[in-house]
């Protein structure tokens, strides 16, 4: 995959987080271009399941060979599931962020069509070329 293909079918934030809705849940992860522009991920710190979070919270940190990065929750809920094979295979966020490097599922507490700060993979992607030119 290209680091600029984006999956129609997913919900994008300005702060490089993807949601798969699926009902009232999503699947919640970091995009291709993100986890390509981090570098090789070496660790990342996921919430406790239970937890709520409004949207816009920090959720977590991810830390790479570059950088360490705050992530932050996209739509507000409660957290359902954290990808436990990330704590020793963080890799799996660079080989995979769409599949086997999803972070948290969450039981969605306000509706994701609201939220206006979500976009399309299309937007999004306007949204990226936009920041790297």
């Known amino acids: 995959m290209n680091k600029l293909d984006f999956p129609k079918e997913l919900k994008y934030s300005k702060s490089h987080e993807y949601l798969k809705i699926s009902g009232n849940q999503a699947t ?25 979070y409004n949207l816009g ?21 409660k957290i359902l599931e954290v990808n436990k094979d990330l704590n020793d295979h963080p890799e799996l966020i660079n080989q995979d962020p769409y599949g086997k490097g999803w972070m948290l599922k969450i039981e969605l507490t306000s509706d994701p069509t609201q939220n206006k700060d979500l976009i399309s993979a299309d937007e999004y992607s306007n949204f990226v070329l936009a920041e790297v030119h």
């Open 28 to 52: 919640i992860g970091i995009t291709s271009y993100a986890s390509n522009e981090l570098g090789d991920i070496v660790y990342i710190e996921l919430p406790e399941v239970g937890k709520a």
């Open 57 to 77: 919270d920090k959720f977590g940190v991810i830390e790479s060979v570059k950088s360490v990065s705050e992530l932050y929750l996209p739509n507000s809920g």
